[in-house]
Every structure is written in structure tokens, then in C-alpha cells.
């Protein structure tokens, strides 16, 4: 089947820091999207994407559709405590009948 | 975006007995999803729930383990049946409203 490959699977960072992670696939996707899940909770939409090379920021988080498609990358500008949480992408594409593929997840400890 | 609510929120049950989860949307939806979260993985696709006909399963789940019923554009449910310790997960639904996916807050299911 379709699978995501996402990077870092978890980070660490101080307070203030700026994040980056990353999702790639042997696939080529029509759509990007990143979502945020705290504990307890169902995951959050934070960013969708639909063009090659498109760049969309939602406040201090900035993420771009990667040229080939095959790729996506999400940047945190100046972490924050509550940016601690489980940051996933997920695509979808024709081939998967547009559902949704998602990558493991970036596990995101912000030391205040 | 649709306010999507679960119940339950969580439950602990004994292996061999079945839990229904409801899943209700506050607007008409024409997609939903089930979506299983084994503990500390990421979200895998359990079926289509399809108004008005049986749901569509991905590989590795079938009707009779997880039968789902969709009967309007606003509700569906999915059950859990013969209960086994590694059914333990969070089971989410989500809409589908354009390319992008909104999930509800999740049942975090306990099978002991």
C-alpha cells in the first residue's frame, strides 16, 4: 500500500525555537494536509495544500507542497508550550480513491 | 468546518462483548470515515460508512468484525464486536468535506 514516510519521528527543542519536519512518498499526491492531535483528542486540521510548490501559513506554522508532489514540510516559527502534541501529514491522491494516507507522526516536547 | 461529537468518550470492556460508538455530525455530511489509533501509532483507515448502503472496508477489516451503519447524512456508527485485548485503540470518525477530512474527539477503548 501507499506509505508516508515523516521525519522526525520526535523532537525535543527549546522554548522559542523554530521546527521543521518533513513527509516524502515514492507516490505522487494531489493533496497535503497537517494535522496537530493533543493527547486525548481527535487530530486538528492545521494546514491544507493543493498546488505544487503552494506555500500557506496558518500563524507561526508554514507549510509547503513539495514541487515533485512527493513531498510536504511543515515549519513551527518561535515554539511555544503548546505546540506540544503529535503533528501528522497526510495525502491523498486519484490512485487511493482520495482517502486519506497518513504518515507515523512527529512527536513534538517543547522544554520551557 | 462540522462540530463532530462521539460517544463514548471512553469505555473499559470485557473480551468477547461488543461496544457500539456513535458518531454524530452537526451538518449534513455526504462522506465519514472510521479511522482505528492503535496505542502510539498513527491513524489507519477502517471503512467507508456510505449513506443508504453497506460501508466500504479496507484491507485487513471486514463487516462482521466491525459492522457500521449509516442510516442520514448526519449519523453512523461503528461496533466493535467479540472484543479482544488488541482491539484496545482509539476509534475516530471523521467527515469528509472537499479534499480535507475533520475528525471527532475519538473512544478510547479499553478491552481487558
Known amino acids: 500500500g501507499q506509505q508516508l514516510n515523516q521525519s522526525p519521528q520526535s523532537m525535543f527543542i527549546q522554548e522559542g525555537e523554530d521546527v521543521s519536519m518533513n513527509c516524502t512518498s515514492s507516490s505522487i499526491f494531489n493533496t497535503w494536509l497537517w494535522y496537530k492531535q493533543d493527547p486525548g483528542e481527535g487530530p486538528v486540521l492545521l494546514i491544507a495544500l493543493y498546488k505544487a510548490g503552494e506555500l500557506t501559513s496558518n500563524g507561526r506554522l508554514t507549510a509547503q507542497f513539495g514541487i515533485t508532489r512527493k513531498d510536504s514540510f511543515l515549519n513551527i516559527s518561535a515554539s511555544i508550550p503548546s505546540d506540544v502534541g503529535i503533528y501528522f501529514c497526510?495525502?491523498?491522491?486519484?490512485?487511493?480513491?482520495?482517502?486519506?494516507?497518513f504518515g507515523a507522526g512527529t512527536i513534538l516536547r517543547v522544554k520551557s | 468546518s462540522a462540530v463532530i461529537s462521539q460517544k463514548p468518550s471512553r469505555d473499559i470492556c470485557q473480551r468477547g462483548t461488543s461496544l457500539t460508538i456513535q458518531c454524530q455530525v452537526d451538518?449534513?455530511?455526504?462522506?465519514m470515515f472510521w479511522y482505528r489509533q492503535q496505542p502510539g501509532q498513527s491513524l489507519t483507515l477502517i471503512a467507508t460508512?456510505?449513506?443508504?448502503?453497506?460501508?466500504?472496508?479496507e484491507s485487513g477489516f471486514v463487516i462482521d468484525k466491525f459492522p457500521i451503519s449509516r442510516p442520514n447524512l448526519t449519523f453512523s456508527t461503528l461496533t466493535v464486536s467479540n472484543m479482544s485485548p488488541e482491539d484496545s485503540s482509539i476509534y475516530l470518525c471523521?467527515?469528509?468535506?472537499?479534499?480535507?477530512?475533520?475528525f471527532g474527539p475519538g473512544t478510547r477503548l479499553t478491552v481487558t
Open positions: 497526510a495525502g491523498s491522491n486519484l490512485e487511493y480513491g482520495n482517502k486519506l494516507v
Open positions: 471523521s467527515v469528509g468535506q472537499g479534499y480535507e477530512q475533520y
Open positions: 451538518s449534513q455530511v455526504t462522506m
Open positions: 460508512a456510505n449513506q443508504g448502503s453497506e460501508a466500504t472496508y
